[in-house]
């Protein structure tokens, strides 16, 4: 599985990009923009082609998913604990059906001993991230962990067979892609390497 974070500040022709990049076969695009409103958020969606909107996992705004047919929905680690962790009644009037739900960690014993049932969870950083400087990579093994984990920072065609190795399930991508100078190569690229590493 690979996950695609979307480039927190606008990247120029990133709308054209992002529709060649599912045309590329990406499955799973986590539309992260913290500076936009919901009209910008609505905006961006509208621009992308329709048929890909079932790959869009939204990380703000989860009320998007009743307007769109957007994959599913994203917490990032406050939101999870403000608005899960304390039994609050979250998911009245979202439309859920058939949507998948994720969240952040940045502690593997955190992820381990939650229990909010979440399809899938990106645990970071694993490498020295890309796109945040001094974000120091932490090398988490997560072998012992039977949840599907995803992880994240400093992913690159040189660092997947290690991700591999250190038991995640599937790899997210930001910098490694957006701070290519051809960011669709990049990712054909480090798609390419990925199933080398796990089609064996």
Not at 32 to 46: E, G, M, Q, S, T
Not at 64 to 82: M, P
Not at 91 to 104: A, D, H, R, Y
Request: aromatic share 12%.
């Amino acid at each position: 599985m690979i996950v695609l974070i979307a480039p927190e500040k606008d990247v120029p022709n990133e709308i054209d990009m992002l529709n060649q990049l599912f045309e590329e076969g990406l499955e799973c695009y986590h539309f992260r923009k913290p500076d936009k409103n919901y009209k910008d958020h609505v905006a961006y969606l509208n621009q992308v082609d329709e048929k890909y909107h079932d790959r869009i996992i939204t990380h703000y705004f989860h009320e998007l998913i009743n307007e769109f047919n957007l994959k599913g929905i994203h917490f990032q680690e406050q939101k999870r604990r403000d608005a899960l962790e304390n039994g609050s009644e979250y998911f009245i009037g979202l439309n859920m059906l058939g949507k998948t739900m994720s969240s952040s960690f940045h502690e593997p014993e955190e992820l381990a001993n939650c229990d909010i049932e979440f399809d899938y969870h990106l645990l970071s950083p694993v490498f020295s991230s890309i796109s945040k400087k001094g974000y120091e990579g932490r090398g988490f093994d997560v072998n012992h962990i039977d949840k599907t984990i995803i992880g994240m920072g400093g992913i690159n065609t040189d660092t997947i067979q290690k991700t591999v190795a250190l038991g995640f399930q599937g790899i997210g991508v930001l910098g490694g892609v957006w701070n290519a100078e051809n960011p669709v190569e990049s990712f054909k690229n480090i798609k390419r390497h990925y199933e080398e590493r796990t089609m064996k």
